[in-house]
């Protein structure tokens, strides 16, 4: 199987990893911890004093929100479901869009978006990906500077198209490893 044991790549669990050792950071205090506070709209203007005193009455839900957020996803409720394969979700988060020089084709509407992604992938590789709301055809290049092999065999297993996988197993794991690349 590709990919190997799923539970081992599981991106739901990575991001639970992430918030336990946000909220460790926040119960000591630390100001690298309360800083990540500030991608909650609610605590975006509070001062480093406000958070530092109020950090004792965080707790782990407000640390899912977090790590939520700081992969570009509105909720940890939606993250949740876009990480373990639900298909009915519309808003893909900002991980797969890193900074790179690559000039990638976007499309608001996915039809638009698979339909090039035929015309490009009859003539190599071909990646159809998300990013928030909006859809975008790439080459192996991009997919390299995500920190990701572009001949790993679960891009197959998916059939290329992140926004209708094939499999979203498939997805997660590579859900999984984009998050990996990102600890680097």
């Not at 920190?147 to 859900?175: F, I, M």
């Amino acid at each position: 199987m590709p990919g190997g044991n799923d539970r081992d790549l599981d991106p739901v669990k990575e991001l639970k990893i992430r918030a336990k050792l946000l909220h460790r950071g926040l119960t000591r205090g630390e100001a690298a911890a309360l800083a990540r506070l500030r991608v909650l709209p609610e605590l975006r203007r509070a001062s480093d004093e406000n958070l530092s005193n109020h950090s004792g009455e965080l707790k782990r839900k407000h640390c899912l929100a977090v790590v939520a957020r700081e992969c570009g996803f509105p909720s940890w409720e939606h993250a949740s479901r876009a990480l373990s394969g639900d298909l009915q979700i519309t808003e893909h988060g900002t991980l797969l869009y890193g900074s790179s020089g690559v000039l990638n084709h976007w499309f608001a509407d996915y039809e638009e978006a698979r339909a090039a992604w035929s015309e490009v992938r009859r003539a190599g590789a071909a990646y159809l990906l998300a990013y928030k709301r909006d859809f975008f055809v790439t080459g192996s290049v991009f997919v390299e500077s995500l920190g990701l092999d572009p001949d790993d065999p679960d891009w197959e297993v998916l059939g290329w198209d992140w926004v209708k996988p094939k499999d979203t197993s498939a997805r997660s794991r590579l859900y999984y490893r984009r998050l990996m690349a990102q600890r680097r």
